[in-house]
């Protein structure tokens, strides 16, 4: 009779076991997919503060094409009321200058986002072409004191 009680009770145990263990197996189960579920809205947001990091930089960046536009179209006009001696050669400077810009107007308009890292290289990149725009003006200007 003790065999069969402990016997029973050896079996009811091991049951008991099984069944605890099946159960603790599921539940990281459900932890992973919601960890799961939160890096895809993790990515999301990502992608979203990406594409309105783009805008900014895309909408700053035209400003100043714009701008660059009308300081053109400015010393156009200067070109034609004054009388100069070097006119050509200051014409044909300015045009190397409109090209430029409107050079950097296509490529900030074909630009498009393969991730952040290549987004800062196109910043840096983009930054540095203005910068070498904005001296040619300032080089224009002297062709123009001479």
């Known amino acids: 009779m003790k065999i069969k009680i402990l016997t029973h009770t050896a079996i009811f145990m091991v049951f008991g076991l099984l069944f605890i263990g099946c159960k603790e197996e599921t539940k990281p189960i459900d932890t992973s997919a919601e960890k799961v579920q939160e890096a895809e ?31 053109i179209a400015e010393i156009k006009l200067e070109i034609a009321e004054e009388a100069m001696d070097n006119r050509d050669e200051f014409r ?55």
């Open 41 to 71: 809205k993790e990515v999301v947001a990502a992608k979203q503060d990406l594409a309105d990091a783009i805008a900014v930089f895309q909408k700053e960046s035209a400003a100043i094409i714009t701008a660059n536009e009308k300081r």
């Open 92 to 146: 044909q400077e300015l045009a190397k200058i409109e090209e430029r810009n409107a050079q950097l107007k296509k490529k900030l308009s074909d630009y498009s986002s393969d991730g952040s890292q290549k987004l800062d290289a196109f910043k840096e990149e983009f930054n540095q072409d203005i910068k070498e725009l904005g001296k040619a003006f300032g080089d224009l200007t002297v062709i123009n004191t001479r």
